[in-house]
């Protein structure tokens, strides 16, 4: 997929975009223009990347490609869908490449329920990252900001202030010193390509990376998304999402579509509550496609 071409701004004129946004004059800055200093870079990419989306809520459809490389390696492939409010519930259902369905995912105010409808099982925990990491989902963060960055919108990952900056090639490199995102990496166009950071899991805290690339061709003074989304742990794992496609949506979902109804003879076993592989046994992992 073709990238969106590029316009370099002569330094005079980015110096007069800076000076406007610490002026505090509500100039944006076009998308698409090539911009000489961090400083310029990062004001484009909080106008562009750190506002939420015009619209209540989304649908995506993409691909997942999972690998492991501890205790055992392992890679599968599954077909995701993932659905929601921007200020509500998250769905997210796994299926086969062949159709059959994985994975029936809810998160709301209450946590994560994923229910396995072969295995009959399912598991809820009260901090839907903790509940993901322990079911095998490499997600660093919750479905929410997933699908706020499926979107364009990294506000809830991004900090509003940078404790240093400095370019590096192409490419301009910003360092945090509070919260869990420790490093955004911009091209100089402003757009996102690397996040990094730290979560906390059983076991102890975890070093990740979230990386985009393969941005969509946008119409003129539109935001270019990204097409694939990685998510990386220090311990091996990855997980690819390759976008097939993404719809913006200007009213909520209806509350019956974002519900997840267990059958009425199955329990969800709390990952929250003293829950120990010894118990129950060892957890499912939604795969596919094993290799």
């Known amino acids: ?118 295995e009959g099982e399912a598991y809820a925990h009260r901090n839907p990252v903790l509940g993901a990491t322990r079911l095998g989902m490499p997600f660093p963060f919750s479905l929410s900001r997933l699908a706020h960055a499926a979107m364009g919108d990294f506000s809830g990952l991004a900090p509003r202030r940078y404790a240093d900056a400095a370019q590096d090639g192409d490419h301009y490199v910003y360092n945090f010193d509070k919260g869990s995102v420790r490093r955004i990496i911009l091209d100089r166009l402003g757009r996102p390509l690397r996040l990094e950071g730290t979560t906390d899991r059983t076991g102890g805290e975890v070093r990740w990376s979230f990386t985009l690339d393969r941005f969509e061709e946008a119409a003129p003074g539109e935001i270019p998304l990204p097409d694939r989304l990685t998510l990386s742990l220090d311990n091996g794992e990855q997980g690819v999402l390759h976008i097939k496609s993404r719809e913006l949506m200007l009213a909520p979902w209806p509350a019956r579509s974002l519900a997840l109804e267990l059958p009425g003879d199955i329990a969800p076993i709390r990952l929250d509550n003293g829950y120990t592989e010894e118990k129950t046994g060892e957890l499912p992992l939604i795969r596919e496609d094993k290799q």
């Open 1 to 118: 997929m073709s990238r969106l071409g590029s316009t370099h701004v002569p330094a005079a004129t980015a110096a007069v975009l800076i000076l406007a946004v610490l002026s505090g004059c509500a100039t944006r800055i076009q998308p698409g223009l090539e911009l000489d200093t961090p400083r310029a870079a990062w004001n484009a990419f909080r106008q562009h990347y750190c506002v939420r989306p015009a619209g209540d809520a989304l649908r995506v459809k993409a691909s997942l490609h999972y690998s492991r490389t501890e205790p055992i390696k392992r890679t599968n492939r599954t077909l995701v869908s993932l659905w929601g409010d921007f200020d509500g519930p998250m769905r997210l259902d796994v299926s086969a490449s062949i159709g059959k369905l994985l994975a029936h995912i809810r998160e709301d105010g209450d946590g994560l329920l994923v229910f396995y409808p072969a």
